[in-house]
């Protein structure tokens, strides 16, 4: 089995108020074979700053049904030292949904690289904070133009 890029996204819920609404949307970027998900973790830090991890696969909990269609082939590959980590950055009061996921779109490309004599030399992940000032510039192009 050939994995194309992996990449991981610790998404955030302030005051626990995670509902499971985004799983629509990640199911439908699983399901156009855009994304592979490797791994799912939910993890919830108390006010206490007390961190706990649910299991996501509990069938009787209204906010993770959503996620039950992805959760057949999952790898479990994150340890629980990665799970401790993301944890020790969580704020108080705070729950996160850890998605590991393949750039299933990178497999054959990753393949024709390989069959090409290419390797890969950088492959890096533009900051949030630098895509959102790039997205207020070409908003204000737009308006001005």
């Known amino acids: 089995m ?3 890029p992996l990449e991981y996204l ?3 819920f302030e005051g626990n108020r995670f509902n499971g609404e985004i799983a ?3 199911e439908a970027v699983v ?3 855009i994304i592979m998900l ?3 973790v939910f993890i919830t830090k108390d006010i206490d700053g007390n ?3 649910l299991e996501i696969d509990a069938k009787n909990d209204p906010r993770f049904a959503g996620f039950a269609p992805m959760m057949d082939g999952l790898m479990g590959l994150l340890t629980a030292e990665d799970i401790d980590l993301f ?3 969580l704020p108080t009061n705070t729950s996160a949904l850890v998605l590991l996921f393949e750039h299933h779109w990178g497999v054959g490309i990753k393949k024709a690289i390989v069959a090409a004599g290419g390797f890969l030399i950088n492959r890096t992940t533009i900051a949030p904070e630098t895509l959102e000032l790039l997205n207020a510039e070409l908003d204000a192009e737009s308006i001005s133009a």
Request: hydrophobic share 50%; glycine share 14%.
């Open 51 to 53: 961190a706990s991890v």
């Open 24 to 26: 629509n949307e990640i």
């Open 38 to 40: 490797v791994d799912l």
């Open 10 to 12: 610790v998404i955030g």
């Open 87 to 89: 944890a020790d950055d």
């Open 31 to 33: 399901d156009a074979g």
């Open 2 to 4: 050939t994995l194309g």
